[in-house]
């Protein structure tokens, strides 16, 4: 009955992200063992200047190894 | 910058978390092309009681498909 | 004091959201004995493609028994 | 397919937890119309010294009116 | 490493919010001796309707002490 | 009525975490303007093992700059 709540920064292609979650399930199915439609995946964007690290706003691509 | 909180119920074997960690943090690498260091993954785990479906409290294994 | 984070598929009336939050105050009400002005409930709600189950996007409707 | 996170202090006995449990999945089921069992109640109890109001411990008992 | 999730009602100039994210980073460094680098902060902002209290919706400025 | 979720390492000296708690709250009421006893501050406390980044279990002191 895993759940996954995902925070990521705002901007990225509506194909990564559904790969992400296909990636994610997958992963929590061949480790835990999980049936597939006992994991939910819920995903919570970020806008700029809500996610914040050392008290600036992170950008997606301005900081490409880290977001 | 990704984050992953993972709610899952208690009594997993470490090396099964620990497995889960790896393949969830890979998998974000892969699909996002985030650097693993930039890779955060939080676990919280459930004891009995604390994590209810249908107003019934969900105890690992005894509803397998699920848990 | 308690706290109730309430997540949801988006496209619900806004007259149903207000029901909900107010029968899940009574019930902590009732149920805690806390005050009512201690008591908060706080709704997010999910756009298509950032709730998933079983790696698909869940969409309001259309798996009714589920949303 | 709503999930309520429940964030409450430490020190409820279980059967007011269950009782509160299966109030707010009956309140869910009423308002939304969701089928009980895609219905999750996540509890989360906080011990002394983890719930500040302003910035200082609350601890139940102590302050009827809002615990 | 610490995260801090900071839920406020929907409203604030974004001069407020940056303002406020320093502070939160610097109480953070200061106390816990973290790295500014290490420390992330991430804003959600509830529209109307979304955070309520006693059962109603609370709107910024209407409850001047309380927002 | 701001509410602040902290997620921070276990480990760390309670007069530590209630400083921090207290200059929290401080930099909320003095950026946003809330009354303390509208600012709540929630701690949530990670043993090992279950905070990781880059697929890997942090510990408090193993890696200074960062926890």
Do not use: C, F
């Not at 199915?29 to 995946?41: C, D, M, N, W």
């Not at 970020?46 to 008290?55: F, K, M, R």
């Amino acid at each position: 009955m895993p759940i996954l709540e995902v925070h990521l920064l705002s901007g990225r292609p509506d194909e990564v992200k559904s790969e992400l979650v296909r990636e994610l399930t997958d992963a929590v199915h061949r480790t835990l063992g999980s049936a597939p439609e006992a994991i939910q995946v819920l995903l919570t964007e970020y806008q700029d200047g809500s996610w914040n690290v050392a008290g600036e706003p992170l950008t997606l691509g301005k900081a490409a190894a880290r977001d």
